[in-house]
């Protein structure tokens, strides 16, 4: 069986996993990306939501002490998780068959 990878980047409004989400990122290992500003909501109001629907959170990003006034400066988003999922694709051999038998069984079968 084969699988594919997808990722979740949600950045929150600060450390902790139950605050909004105020920017994400999706990368789809079948194809496909969405950023914030394609969707008008994210696909998940918190962190914990995403936990909760099965992702995986396998990167958060440091807590480092930030200056004073570093509030007035346009920077980066510092409150960044990874999450993924894994999605096994059904096997070519087995997709559309009746009961599950594959296709080279069911061609062995008619072929008799």
Do not use: C, N
Request: charged letters at 20%; hydrophobic letters at 40%; glycine letters at 10%.
């Amino acid at each position: 069986m084969a699988q594919r990878q997808k990722i979740l980047v949600l950045y929150l409004a600060t450390s902790a996993l139950d605050t909004a989400v105020i920017g994400w990122a999706q990368y789809d290992g079948l194809g496909g990306t969405s950023m914030t500003g394609d969707e008008r909501s994210p696909p998940y109001k918190t962190g914990v939501a995403a936990l909760e629907d099965g992702w995986r959170l396998f990167q958060a990003s440091p807590l480092l002490p930030h200056p004073p006034g570093i509030e007035f400066q346009t920077s980066y988003l510092k409150y960044e998780f990874w999450f993924e999922q894994w999605i096994t694709l059904p096997d070519p051999e087995t997709v559309g068959t009746a009961g599950g038998a594959s296709r080279r069984a069911e061609a062995e079968m008619t072929s008799s």
